[in-house]
């Protein structure tokens, strides 16, 4: 059993930065894929971004790429996703969540373990 614990939300103004981090607790954490996932209030939850178990491969949403960075650091167990150009419509719960498989994946139901989720809310 994977524990999930996501920290850095907050609120913060259009055009600014937040970093989120997520601790995992399992000490095998690289043989995970990492993702983070968002859900806007009223709205389904969506794929925002992977990482692959050595971190080498990352994968975003088109309405994040450019702006946001998945990172990983196995050693210390922590995924991160920094987040730029922040607009009001990234307003919503983000989710960390990890999946047991070898590629990184788009699909929530991919995902075996999730976190409680930290708000994110973009003023304008």
């Known amino acids: 059993q994977v524990q999930l614990v996501e920290s850095g939300g907050g609120l913060v103004q259009a055009g600014g930065s937040l970093r989120l981090s997520c601790a995992a607790s399992?000490?095998?954490?690289?043989?995970?894929?990492m993702g983070w996932f968002r859900q806007a209030p009223g709205k389904e939850r969506e794929f925002v971004a992977s990482?692959?178990?050595?971190?080498?491969?990352?994968y975003y949403a088109d309405s994040v790429k450019g702006r946001f960075t998945i990172s990983r650091d196995n050693a210390k167990n922590m995924v991160y996703l920094q987040m730029n150009s922040l607009k009001p419509e990234d307003t919503a719960v983000y989710y960390c969540?990890?999946?047991?498989?070898?590629?990184?994946?788009?699909?929530?139901?991919?995902?075996?373990?999730w976190g409680q989720g930290t708000q994110i809310t973009v003023s304008s």
């Open positions: 399992e000490r095998t954490f690289s043989i995970y894929v």
């Open positions: 990482i692959s178990r050595s971190g080498g491969s990352t």
């Open positions: 969540a990890a999946a047991l498989r070898r590629a990184p994946t788009r699909g929530m139901d991919e995902y075996d373990y």
